[in-house]
């Protein structure tokens, strides 16, 4: 697919992309997202709500001030458009992707039907079969800093969670240098990783004045951060605990990693500066991060330390789970999929956003 498309007379249009769930907390801001995108065009939004079916998105949420009329993915020609990001439940998900994968389109899904490299790991985690497992190997894990020339050209990206994006980003400069023995990860994140806007008022209601664990054990992250560290080389042990804090969006993970040797702190830092400085959306960070850092930007801020005798190195990530950890991250996908800078409508990029992709480009990191 070429993002050059003509329109019969020569002239060059903007590829139309759709978004399917455009009435959840991703796919709300997907559609934001993409009705300011200098070089895509927002080309229909669609909900499984009944009662917003024929409202615009404005009227469901007025902050989005995105005025596309709002329809159901069963009244639409797929052939119309040349790309789409999913942004429904897994389990449904799959289906449409099946659908929309058979119509040529590119798509991002933003759930977890298509993050896993197997079948039988997705249904052991998510509890149900899964509804497209052909297109499982055609699929990308869709984490740009890792993974951008297999992006570039593929056709299906598994858009990754909010927790896995934060916490591999903070592990993968150690994981890839061998300096991980075992590993603890202590994420918090805000009530709107709930995903659908309806859920967020109760959910803030339940955690007011109040932190509390929650998918203990086995949360369905956990799966997913493991086979990305695998695919970087990592075998150790993980323990990964989400918790619930009051306030509406934003992550901070919290990592604790025994090394597998000793390590100073100018060989600590000249790591992580390897690894991101030309990265335009990580920042490695000369502080302790805060999740008001990254509010309303694509940037995942991470500070490396090592603890007080040198025994434990500390890293913690900040991310907003909205953006980076959903909506955000899905356009940097899509650009790349499509051929266009990898910044193109991401409001909050670095100075070094502007790189080609080319200049920024890692080897692939196999599956």
Known sequence: MSTAASNGNGNWQKPRVLVAGATGAVGS???ELLDGHPHLE???????????????LRDVYPEHRVDVPLSQVEDLDLGSFDAAVVAY???PAAPLVGRLRAADLVVVDSCGDFRF??????EQWYGRSHGEPDLIDEAVYGLPELRRGEIGTAKLIGNPGCYPTASILALAPLVEAGLVADVIIDAKSGVSGAGKRGGVAPGFVGTHDSMRPYGVPGHRH????EEQLG???YEGDLTFVPNLVPIDQGELV??????????DPGELDALYEGAYSAEPFVEVAS????????????????HPMLDHDGSRIFIFATIDNLWKGGASQAIQNLNLMLGLPEDDGIPGGTAVASKTVDSLDRSPVSA
């Open 231 to 233: 695919a970087l080389g």
């Open 222 to 225: 956990e799966p997913e951060i």
């Open 254 to 263: 919290n990592v604790y990693v025994t090394p597998t040797r000793a390590i």
């Open 117 to 122: 490299a197997e079948a039988k790991v997705y």
């Open 42 to 56: 927002l080309a229909a939004a669609t909900s499984r709500d009944p009662d917003a079916i024929g409202k615009t």
């Open 287 to 302: 502080g302790l991060p805060s999740s008001r850092d990254v509010q309303r930007t694509n940037i995942c801020r991470v």
């Open 29 to 31: 801001l997907v559609a």
């Open 89 to 91: 439940p897994a389990g």
